[in-house]
């Protein structure tokens, strides 16, 4: 059972994210990876992770084929990653398309999130253009999930098993 006071700090860590690294596997088995951005939303008790991908990409493809899935949240420099396992779940569109309005919103919000849009990285932000059906929205069920972090006070890394 993971400590509380470390299962709210990893809660919190994980909803100021917005990055990650997605790994779906190919039809010969193999893994392909892409960086894309994700959101956490739910309740205390659950994970809930969302991302969008377009519909043609191989991302997709792969999903509607094989829908096993690995994330890796936290790729900067200090000792802080999630490491995530489980399956992603394609939405439908009723469901897919208020959400994806509601992160457009979340991510605009995000603090430094400008320094994307400054011509740098990206024009402005992506999903407040998305329209219609060429994107699907998908929600990762998580069977494992571990926080690997660097413990402030004791200034060790730790490992904590969330799922």
Request: net charge negative; glycine share 6%; no cysteine.
């Amino acid at each position: 059972m993971i400590d509380p006071v470390i299962k709210n700090e990893f809660r919190n860590r994980l909803h100021e994210q917005f990055i990650a690294v997605l790994s779906t596997v190919n039809a010969m088995g193999k893994p392909e990876s892409a960086v894309l951005y994700y959101w956490a939303d739910g309740p205390e008790d659950e994970i809930r992770l969302f991302f969008a991908t377009r519909r043609d990409s191989r991302k997709f493809q792969n999903l509607m084929e094989r829908d096993s899935v690995a994330m890796l949240v936290g790729t900067g420099f200090e000792p802080d990653s999630i490491q995530i396992q489980g399956r992603a779940e394609l939405l439908k569109t009723i469901d897919g398309a208020p959400l994806l309005a509601e992160f457009s919103r979340m991510l605009d919000a995000k603090p430094n999130v400008e320094l994307l849009y400054r011509g740098a990285y990206l024009p402005q932000n992506p999903f407040g253009r998305i329209e219609g059906e060429e994107f699907g929205v998908f929600r990762v069920i998580p069977d494992f999930v571990r926080w690997m972090r660097l413990n402030p006070e004791t200034n060790k890394v730790e490992d904590h098993q969330v799922i």
